[in-house]
């Protein structure tokens, strides 16, 4: 019998955290992931022997003594990954179209403003007084500074504030308005909707430090995974789990889709929590609760260009590109069909050959669901090759042509440089990740009702908890940070995050 002190299930970066950290803890951990590669977001994959990531473009807070870095140090991570500081003038850079200037966003604060003061020079106080408030507001989450003791009071008076609101209350000016939130992609910001937190934790951790992975960044899901392995733990690829066997308030075990069950104590679920619910028929889940996770409302999904670049034709540069087209920066996810893309993000991937020129593209921009629908009862990864068909084919090169027009307004003679390429659909993101709809950061967070789109790692089930970007924020760091949370609530202290701190 397969018995284990925790099971987890997905292994996402939420989850190989969590089994980093339970592993470093003492107990025997075994993560079950339904793909052939680990990692969720973190997974990469080739063409023509270049390596692209699918999710994780660029990682913020890997600075010594930021957070990030406390917690991959503490993990033993840190000192194996291949990491490249990107550009400290520029991170990203903003691009507005009919403005043929280019906007800076530094790292580290003074450098942040100083850059910023050039190009809006009658705009000091407003650059400073939003540095402030984000610095203010990310004060107020205890876990993401590695601080415990940590009241809900402490934030709450910040989660009701929306970006919107904050950003235009600061400047008048609507240039540096976009600027300000100019790679709201990152988070799909919309007016009337994003919290500002969400805003602040998010780019903070930017300009404190902003880092590439060289060579992609599945590395962090196998160094984590060999640390859980080396711990007496494992880590079982092709498992995916069907169903999570309860009796009365406790799970008892895990069951895979060919029938294999893994016993353990405890279990985390870094699957979307709606899919969680469906694993598991416990009654004392009420389906009310059930009714009220699957509602939640999603972020929008994307449409992604993969590029091969011809050998020495495009300049390698360490920061990325977003554009937008002018007036359009809080309405991105609002395209008509006609007007699409309303804005892009251009990333340029460092391997371990690259040298003054780049050797691959990503270009991003968004996409809904119902785009794909036609297409919504195919599946297709590389452990179940299922090919969706030619009109699903002439869809993607047809909407591929479309976005590389509007690129190429602002980097002429691109096309001259592409090899070949790659896309992938919201689709292809809904098949490797496992959601619903392809969303790119799980549930919607909405200003108004903050409470609405709370979930606690905790369930019903006494032994179930929860983790992944859906408990707290998206991304490297902010599922990491879920992770830690999960850690808390599983182990009954937060003295794993004074370990953390001081590690």
């Known amino acids: 019998m397969n018995r284990y002190d925790i099971v987890i299930i997905g292994s996402g970066i939420g989850g190989l955290v969590c089994g980093g950290i339970l592993s470093k803890e003492g107990y025997r951990v075994c993560v079950l992931e339904k793909n052939r590669q680990i990692g969720g977001s973190l997974q990469t994959f080739a063409r023509e022997k270049v390596i692209f990531d699918s999710g994780v473009h660029y990682i913020g807070g890997l600075g010594k003594g930021q957070n990030l870095y406390q917690i991959f140090r503490y993990l033993g991570v840190m000192d194996k990954l291949k990491l490249q500081k990107m550009d400290e003038d520029a991170f990203d850079k903003i691009i507005i179209s009919n403005d043929p200037k280019v906007y800076r966003q530094a790292q580290g604060y003074e450098n942040f403003i100083k850059n910023l003061v050039a190009d809006f020079p009658e705009e000091e106080a407003a650059i400073r007084n939003y540095c402030r ?68 934790l998010i780019i903070n951790s930017y300009i404190e430090s902003a880092w590439k992975c060289i060579d992609g960044g599945s590395q962090i899901g196998k160094v984590l995974a060999k640390m859980i392995r080396d711990a007496g733990g494992e880590v079982v690829r092709h498992c995916e789990v069907k169903k999570i066997a309860t009796e009365a308030d406790v799970a008892v075990y895990a069951e895979s889709a060919d029938g294999k069950r893994y016993y353990a104590n405890q279990f985390i679920s870094n699957v979307h929590p709606a899919k969680t619910m469906e694993m598991t028929d416990a009654e004392v889940i009420k389906n009310i609760y059930r009714k009220r996770i699957r509602n939640l409302p999603h972020t929008i999904s994307s449409f992604l260009l993969h ?39 251009l990333f340029l991937p460092p391997s371990s050959g690259t040298t003054e020129y780049a050797e691959a593209m990503t270009i991003f921009t968004y996409m809904r669901y119902e785009e794909v629908a036609p297409w919504h009862d195919t599946f297709n990864t590389v452990s179940a090759e299922n090919k969706r068909g030619a009109t699903y084919d002439a869809f993607k090169k047809y909407k591929a042509e479309i976005l590389l027009d ?52 905790r369930t019903k089930v006494r032994n179930l908890y929860l983790t992944g970007q859906n408990i707290n924020i998206h991304g490297v760091l902010g599922s990491s940070i879920s992770a830690l949370l999960t850690c808390v609530s599983l182990l009954g202290n937060e003295n794993v995050v004074e370990k953390i701190k001081n590690a």
């Open 307 to 345: 590029i091969v670049l011809k050998k020495n034709c495009f300049r390698y540069t360490r920061h990325n590109y977003y554009y937008h087209k002018e007036g359009q920066i809080w309405n991105l996810a609002d395209y008509t069909e006609d007007n699409w893309p309303l804005g892009y993000a």
């Open 133 to 200: 408030k984000i610095r203010e507001t990310c004060d107020k989450f205890p876990l993401y500074n590695l601080r415990t003791n940590g009241l809900y009071e402490e934030k709450a008076d910040v989660l009701t504030l929306d970006t919107h609101s904050v950003i235009t209350s600061l400047t008048g000016n609507t240039t540096l308005q976009a600027v300000l939130v100019g790679n709201n992609a990152l988070y799909v910001g919309k007016p009337d909707e994003t919290p500002f937190y969400v805003h602040a």
């Open 406 to 457: 509007c690129v190429e307004e602002r980097f002429p003679g691109l096309r001259n440089c592409i090899q070949s390429y790659t896309t992938s659909t919201p689709l292809s993101y809904r098949d490797y990740i496992g959601n619903y709809d392809g969303s790119l950061y799980g549930v919607a967070k909405d200003y108004k009702d903050p409470l609405k789109t709370f979930i606690s790692p």
